[in-house]
C-alpha cells in the first residue's frame, strides 16, 4: 500500500513540474497581450507584469445630479518619502519604470498625446503636439554655451539638454471635486498631469521648467500596466493607476477656481501663508460634504 502512494505521489510531482514548463511558443503567445518585444531570456514573471489590464472606469453621472464642484491644481513633491514610488527607480529593472519615463516613452510612442505647456491656457489641453514633429522638445531644453578659442575669441555654442528621470521634481495635476447626490458620495477626477524639472542655468542658478500637459483619462490606460513599489507590502502589487485613483501620495494645493485666475502664490507671497491656505481650501472640501449630513 505504502509502494502504490509513493508511485502516486511522484507521478503527480512529476505531472505538476511538468506543467509548469512554458515552451517558447506559450511565452510568444504571453506577449501577444503587452508592450514589449519578444524576448526569449526575459523571466516570464517580468511578462506577466506588463500584460495590459483594464481601466476601472469611473461611475457614470449625470450633469444634474452634480449638486456641488470645485477645481483645484496640486503639486506632488517627489522628494517626498511617500511620493519616491513616483520617483524611482531612476534606471529602468525588470518590472518597474519611473513615472516621467513612462509618460515619456509612452508619449513618444505615440500611445498618448501631449500639450504644450507654454501658453495661457495650456491646461484646458488646446495646443496638442504630435510626437513626430519638430516642437516635440517637451522633455529638453536648449543650453548656451561659451567657448574661447585659442585666439582668444568668444563662441556662443547652443545644444540641447534632455531632462532624464532625476531630474523631475514635482508633478503638477488638475482635479476636480464634485459631490455626487445620487450616490450621496463626495468624488475626485484627476483631468490632467504635467511633470516640472529642474536645470542649471548658464550662471549656475538652479530653475524649473514645465513640461507638457497630459490628460489624465488617457493616460490611465498606460499607467494600469505599470507597476509601483509598495512599501507596505511587496506581495500586494499596485500601479501607478492605483497611487493616484486611490490617492496613494502627498500634495499641496497652489490654486482653485476663482474670477481672477489667480494662483495661491501670485496673492501671498510668503511660502508659510501658501500653506496654511493649501490646507484651508483642503478643510473647505471636507467640511462641504461634513455639513451635509446631520448627526
Not at 509502494?3 to 512554458?22: C, E, N, P, W
Not at 503639486?75 to 511620493?83: C, D, L, P, S, T
Not at 499641496?252 to 474670477?259: M, P, W
Request: overall charge negative.
Amino acid at each position: 500500500m505504502k509502494r502504490v502512494i509513493g508511485i502516486l505521489l511522484t507521478v503527480a510531482v512529476a505531472t505538476v513540474a511538468q506543467a509548469q514548463v512554458l515552451t517558447p511558443e506559450m511565452k510568444k503567445r504571453m506577449y501577444k497581450d503587452t508592450f514589449l518585444d519578444y524576448d526569449p531570456e526575459l523571466d516570464i514573471d517580468s511578462v506577466r507584469n506588463f500584460q495590459q489590464k483594464e481601466v476601472l472606469p469611473d461611475p457614470p453621472i449625470r450633469e444634474a445630479d452634480v449638486l456641488w464642484s470645485k477645481r483645484v491644481w496640486r503639486e506632488i513633491e517627489v522628494a517626498e518619502k511617500v511620493n519616491l514610488p513616483l520617483y524611482y527607480p531612476l534606471d529602468d529593472i525588470a518590472d518597474r519604470k519611473n513615472l516621467f519615463d513612462v509618460l515619456r516613452d509612452a508619449y513618444q510612442a505615440g500611445l498618448i498625446q501631449a500639450f504644450d505647456s507654454r501658453f495661457i491656457g495650456s491646461d484646458e489641453f488646446r495646443f496638442p503636439i504630435p510626437a513626430d514633429t519638430a516642437d516635440a522638445k517637451l522633455f529638453s531644453r536648449k543650453i548656451t554655451l561659451t567657448d574661447i578659442d585659442e585666439f582668444g575669441e568668444t563662441n556662443y555654442i547652443t545644444k540641447t539638454q534632455d531632462f532624464e528621470a532625476e531630474d523631475v521634481v514635482r508633478y503638477r495635476i488638475k482635479e476636480d471635486w464634485y459631490f455626487d447626490k445620487q450616490r450621496s458620495e463626495l468624488r475626485v477626477k484627476i483631468l490632467g498631469i504635467m511633470p516640472i524639472c529642474k536645470y542649471t542655468d548658464e550662471d549656475g542658478t538652479v530653475k524649473t521648467q514645465q513640461t507638457a500637459w497630459f490628460y489624465f483619462p488617457e493616460v490611465r490606460h498606460v499607467l494600469v500596466n505599470y507597476e509601483a513599489f509598495n512599501r507596505r507590502n511587496k506581495t500586494q502589487r499596485i500601479t501607478f493607476d492605483d497611487i493616484f485613483r486611490k490617492r496613494y501620495f502627498s500634495s499641496h494645493i497652489i490654486k482653485e477656481e476663482n474670477v481672477y485666475d489667480r494662483s495661491i502664490a501670485s496673492v501671498y507671497t510668503s511660502p508659510y501663508d501658501q500653506l496654511l491656505k493649501s490646507e484651508e481650501i483642503k478643510q473647505e472640501i471636507f467640511n462641504f460634504e461634513h455639513d451635509l449630513w446631520s448627526y
